[in-house]
Nanobody, 119 residues
Framework: QVQLVESGGGLVQPGGSLRLSCAASGSIFSIYDMDWYRQPPGKQRELVATISRGDSTYYADSVKGRFTISRDNAKNTVYLQMNSLKPEDTAVYYC?????????????WGQGTQVTVSS
């Protein structure tokens, strides 16, 4: 099976920065798109950023110019550099990956990491 493990969340003051990581492990042949989602308190989960295997990226309007998604294909890891953080960025952040294993191609979720932006 495939596991995604996020790390790097925490408490940060407004204007601060955090870097999230998500490492995939297991019987992986290839990873296609890797995404970051977030779920603010009391709200639905929303897409934050996407990166393709060829490094094409997409960002939600709310994070453009502040967040940067990147990946290391050799390590099966995706990153989210978050700068100029705002209180409205407070959420549980989840990574999601489109993974090809020997059995099938499926999307997997990580367990989530809490990001809190507060003074």
């Amino acid at each position: 099976q495939v596991q995604l493990v996020e790390s790097g969340g925490g408490l940060v003051q407004p204007g601060g920065s955090l870097r999230l990581s998500c490492a995939a492990s297991g019987s992986i042949f290839s990873i296609y798109d890797m995404d970051w989602y977030r779920q603010p308190p009391g709200k639905q989960r929303e897409l934050v950023a996407t990166i393709s295997r060829g490094d094409s990226t997409y960002y939600a309007d709310s994070v453009k110019g502040r967040f940067t998604i990147s990946r290391d294909n050799a390590k099966n890891t995706v990153y989210l550099q978050m700068n100029s953080l705002k209180p409205e960025d407070t959420a549980v952040y989840y990574c999601n990956a489109d993974v090809q294993t020997e059995i099938a191609r499926m999307r997997y979720w990580g367990q989530g990491t809490q990001v809190t932006v507060s003074s």
